[in-house]
């Protein structure tokens, strides 16, 4: 049982270049969620999924872009890189509201150049 | 607006000594509340959840409505404690959106 798998764990873009943060879980969780984390600025929302082919604005979604075609997998697509998104990002899932919290993944730390 | 306060960013204490990080919170109706940790070069994980009432690694926190806070607590606090800590809340209709609070960095001393 992997929980949630985020790849790659380390990327370096130049500004303007366009990428895929991979996220994947094998819990069967209808929500996943991405977020990034800034010094001093907690964990901040991007986009969410409450389940396949049903997706959200968080609050910081300018810049990205999320697909959710299965349950597994929602990956983030940061269409035209800039220094203002060199970030670390996390993906997480949860089965559900009431007792169950968020699954985290290991994060993706990514610099723009 | 939804919205968490992590009054300390920093928290130091010795070991053996009490531990208490707080958590405010505003929000329309009742929330769902939780407690994440990151230990160092580890993953952000579950720490604990106000519905289950529970005691995780001795730590509680209590969900006071009137006060709208989620305090941390711990009476003896231990070196392996030291890690981020993360306050978060969510709707009770939606798993996928939280709000995190800022996080307090806690260490203790030997």
């Known amino acids: 049982n992997a929980g949630v798998t985020q790849t790659p764990k380390f990327q370096v873009l130049k500004t303007g270049q366009s990428m895929t943060l991979q996220c994947a879980q094998d819990?069967?969780?209808?929500?996943m969620s991405w977020y990034r984390q800034d010094p001093g600025m907690g964990l901040r929302l991007i986009h969410y999924s409450v389940g396949a082919g049903i997706t959200d604005q968080g609050e910081v979604p300018n810049g990205y872009n999320v697909s959710r075609s299965t349950t597994e997998d929602f990956p983030l697509r940061l269409l035209s890189a800039a220094p203002s998104q060199t970030s670390v990002y996390f993906c997480a899932s949860s089965y559900g509201v009431g007792n169950y919290g968020y699954t985290f993944g290991s994060g993706t730390r990514l610099t723009v150049v | 607006a939804q919205r968490v306060t992590q009054p300390e960013k920093l928290l130091s204490v010795f070991k053996g000594a009490p531990v208490e990080l707080k958590c405010n919170y505003s929000?329309?109706?009742?929330?769902?509340l939780f407690w994440y940790v990151q230990y160092s070069r580890q993953r952000l994980q579950l720490l604990l959840r106000?519905?289950s009432r529970e005691s995780i690694k001795g730590f509680t926190a209590d969900l006071n409505k009137g006060e709208t806070s989620f305090h941390l607590k711990k009476p003896f606090a231990q070196e392996e404690d030291s890690a981020m800590y993360y306050c978060?809340?969510?709707?009770?209709?939606?798993?996928?959106?939280?709000?995190f609070g800022d996080g307090t960095t806690l260490t203790v001393k030997p």
């Open positions: 819990m069967n969780h209808e929500y």
């Open positions: 978060a809340l969510r709707s009770r209709t939606n798993a996928g959106k939280s709000t």
């Open positions: 929000y329309s109706g009742s929330p769902e």
């Open positions: 106000h519905i």
